[in-house]
Nanobody, 120 residues
Framework: VQLVESGGGLVQAGGSLRLSCAASGSVIYIHAMTWYRQAPGRQRELVATITRSGNTNYADSAEGRFSISRDNAKNKVYLQMNSLKPEDTAVYYC???????????????WGQGTLVTVSS
């Protein structure tokens, strides 16, 4: 199973970006899907998470500006980021709890990350 993020880039403060993450491979079922980010010199932090049924949770820093959504039929998760600030600059990672084999159970998978740079 692979998670591949896309949609990162350079944007001015106040602008918007939409990140996408697609799961491919032998996916039976995807539980929670989560976006994390890691800024230079800082620990990785949770940005937003969404359950399969659509329940969401956001970090305080993302509340009101970011919106997470998913398409279960396409095994995709999205992060719409509005009113971006320079402090949102980070590598954004997709994480998913995926069932690929009933014998192995659920496992955590990570994407390779996509860089978001917000200029002031």
């Amino acid at each position: 199973v692979q998670l591949v993020e896309s949609g990162g880039g350079l944007v001015q403060a106040g602008g918007s970006l939409r990140l996408s993450c697609a799961a491919s491979g032998s996916v039976i079922y995807i539980h929670a899907m989560t976006w994390y980010r890691q800024a230079p010199g800082r620990q990785r932090e949770l940005v937003a998470t969404i359950t399969r049924s659509g329940n969401t949770n956001y970090a305080d820093s993302a509340e009101g500006r970011f919106s997470i959504s998913r398409d279960n039929a396409k095994n995709k998760v999205y992060l719409q980021m509005n009113s971006l600030k320079p402090e949102d600059t980070a590598v954004y990672y997709c994480n998913a709890q995926i069932l690929t084999s009933y014998s192995l159970g659920n496992r955590d998978y990570w994407g390779q990350g996509t860089l978001v740079t917000v200029s002031s």
